[in-house]
């Protein structure tokens, strides 16, 4: 049976945007494996609640239902290890559990700066659940929270030099060649670069040129996806 992959959309199905499965899409992409999309909406948690989740990416593979991008990824390097592996053996899993969590605070810090256009690309009660939830967890509108960005992205793009000094000396983080700690990183700038169109990186980073190579990777898969950039 073919897998299966539940991917958060807006109003457009062919257009998936969570930074977290975007990680299992270039992590399915990179085991040579293909998944059948199902679109799922934020309004739309009884469609995955049989699978024991309320958020995606979930990943069914026959009988099985995978939940969460970190623990896909290992369900994926140990159920097909003879496909290329997603870590380059156990030291670079473990590596990968640290950038896991260093990756989720990389989406914290975008967060802020294109929170009010997530809901420019989602349907009507999708919009006003996100609204409605993510105000109240901030204490202030969108808009009011994303006010500053054209200043706060220059403290954002200050958070990235981890990234940056490694991608001085080579050109991913797996080395010289791309695994899923690049994945983990690249989801959340595939993510931005798909709901909002502001500009997080300057061209002349370093960054930039990593998210460039990783947008062309797998023949263009990330790239191929409609966003307000090229």
């Known amino acids: 049976m073919p897998l299966k992959l539940y991917e958060l959309v807006g109003t457009d199905p062919s257009r998936p945007f969570s930074p977290f499965c975007w990680r299992t899409r270039m992590a399915l992409a990179h085991k040579g494996l293909s998944a059948e999309t199902i679109p799922w909406c934020f309004t739309e948690k009884s469609a995955i609640a049989p699978h024991g989740s309320e958020k995606v990416p979930v990943l069914l593979d026959a009988d099985t239902a995978v939940v969460d991008s970190w623990t896909i990824a ?11 592996s997603l870590f380059g053996g156990e030291g670079g899993r473990a590596t990968g559990r640290m950038l896991n969590w260093w990756g989720d605070g990389v989406i914290g810090g975008m967060f802020p700066l294109i929170i009010a256009d997530i809901p420019l690309n989602l349907k009507p009660e999708d919009a006003a659940y996100f609204r409605t939830s993510r105000e109240a967890r901030f204490g202030k509108t969108l808009e009011e929270i994303m006010a500053g960005r054209d200043k ?3 403290g954002f793009r200050k958070s990235l ?3 940056r000094l490694t991608l001085k000396t080579q050109p991913f983080l797996g080395g010289a060649a791309a695994n899923y700690a690049d994945y983990i990183v690249f989801g959340a700038f595939q993510w931005a670069r798909v709901v909002s169109p502001f500009r997080l990186l300057m061209e002349d ?5 990593w998210r460039e190579r990783l947008l062309d990777a797998f023949d263009g ?7 307000y950039h090229a």
């Not at 290992?74 to 290329?84: C, F, I, T």
């Not at 980073?205 to 040129?209: C, I, L, N």
């Not at 898969?221 to 966003?227: G, H, P």
């Open 221 to 227: 898969l990330a790239r191929k996806s409609q966003s």
């Open 161 to 163: 030099d981890p990234l």
């Open 74 to 84: 290992n369900y994926l390097e140990d159920k097909y290890p003879d496909r290329p």
């Open 152 to 154: 706060a992205v220059e």
């Open 205 to 209: 980073d370093p960054v930039y040129a």
